[in-house]
């Protein structure tokens, strides 16, 4: 069989030493084989987003670890400034409202970044606001919010803030520094830029924010993080995993440690240009700007209002290439292509042809 050309925004084609830790065989998730496999796992993504706090393993995807950054620190009723340049920020917001928050959205253009001055300028008349969620790395519209230039300015006027990132496609395909970003929460997830397999959520959270978790009233037990801290300390999860997401991850971090993650980070910034670039010459719209483009994810859209749906559906039986859906307002005219994980860029080159052929024959 002809080999598919796998370049989605995640999951991602696996490394073969991650596929071969996927394999072995099965083992019990209480044993003290796992348990020196999760606390390596752990220990080693903690040092790839730069915290000393604890990083917790759940079984689940990203959302269920963004659920749990609502349900354990907030009550009916607390007020969230949630930004929304893309799909991930409403989904965040949605989520926020079925527990009751009074969520404040700050809507950007969709290929914009997160903006500091409008943030400071809404914490401002917004004076009960008890937590700030952004996305690092918003792969609908493929824009990268540089946490930073959003966390310094606002913890220095805001030192009680609970400020959130989803970074679930932006750890592993840029740098991420979450003690020295002053981030509360981070959340991202097995199957993307770390190049693991579904099956895990991964969230940390800052020393101080077990004071928000005994004052928090949300209904919560699946992803009580207290739960979850006690399970840890035997370094195991709070509820059965998948044990080959666990071995994959494990396997797939120490690969990204290897490497260098500066090394890895460089790759997917090359790759991440070399998609914008052929996409331009092709005609296809990028409709975000270079200097703010994740290197996780690029949203391209079609030309003259061509059919999305259409052209995925000829690019994938005609080319065996298989793009992303584009996302919300993308959806109708646009798709995705994935440049993280185990993807290299021989894969983007014969995606990218085939990409053109079908344009051509549309």
């Known amino acids: 069989m002809e080999k598919e050309v796998f370049v989605i925004a995640g999951p991602l084609p696996i490394h073969p030493e991650v596929m071969k830790a996927a ?14 496999i999760f606390q ?31 349900a ?37 253009d969709w290929g914009q970044p997160a903006n500091v001055e409008r943030i400071l300028s809404t914490l401002e008349s917004t004076p009960q606001a008890k937590g700030l969620f952004f996305v690092h790395s918003e792969t609908s519209a ?14 220095e006027k805001y030192p009680d803030l609970v400020i959130i990132v989803d970074s679930v496609s932006g750890i592993g395909a840029c740098p991420f520094c979450m003690d020295a970003w002053n981030v509360d929460v981070v959340v991202t997830a097995s199957q993307k830029a770390l190049g693991g397999i579904p099956g895990l959520g991964i969230i940390s959270v800052h020393e101080r924010m077990w004071e928000y ?22 370094h195991m999860t709070f509820t059965t995993p998948s044990v080959y997401a666990v071995t994959a991850l494990d396997r797939a971090v120490q690969l ?3 490497e260098g993650p ?33 290197p996780s994810v690029t949203s391209l859209l ?40 185990y993807i290299q860029m021989e894969d983007l080159e014969a995606a990218l042809d085939g990409c053109q052929r079908v344009l051509n024959r549309m």
């Open 23 to 36: 394999s072995v065989p099965m083992f019990s998730h209480r044993s003290p084989r796992f348990q020196v």
């Open 142 to 155: 493929g824009v990268l919010t540089e946490v930073p230039d959003i966390t310094r300015p606002v913890r």
């Open 262 to 294: 500066e090394n890895r980070y460089a790759y997917c910034r090359a790759m991440r240009d070399y998609v914008i670039e052929r996409g331009e010459k092709m005609g296809l719209l990028v409709p975000t700007k270079l200097e703010y483009a994740t």
């Open 72 to 108: 354990n620190f907030f009550s009916e009723g607390d007020t969230i400034i949630v930004v929304d340049n893309g799909l991930f920020g409403q989904k965040f917001a949605a989520n926020c409202r079925k527990f009751r928050l009074n969520t404040v959205v700050l809507k950007e």
């Open 40 to 70: 390596r796992t752990a220990e080693n993504i903690g040092k790839i987003i730069g915290t000393k706090n604890d990083v917790y393993l759940v079984p689940s995807s990203g959302t269920g670890c963004m659920e749990a950054a609502i």
């Open 213 to 234: 978790y005994a004052s928090s009233d949300l209904p919560k037990y699946y992803f009580d993080l207290n739960n979850i801290r006690e399970e840890h300390k035997n």
């Open 256 to 258: 990204l440690l290897e």
């Open 302 to 341: 079609l030309p003259d209002n061509m059919d999305a749906v259409q052209f995925r559906k000829k690019l994938l039986e005609e080319e065996n290439v298989m793009v992303a859906p584009g996302l919300g307002e993308y959806g109708p005219c646009g798709f995705r292509i994935g440049h993280m994980g």
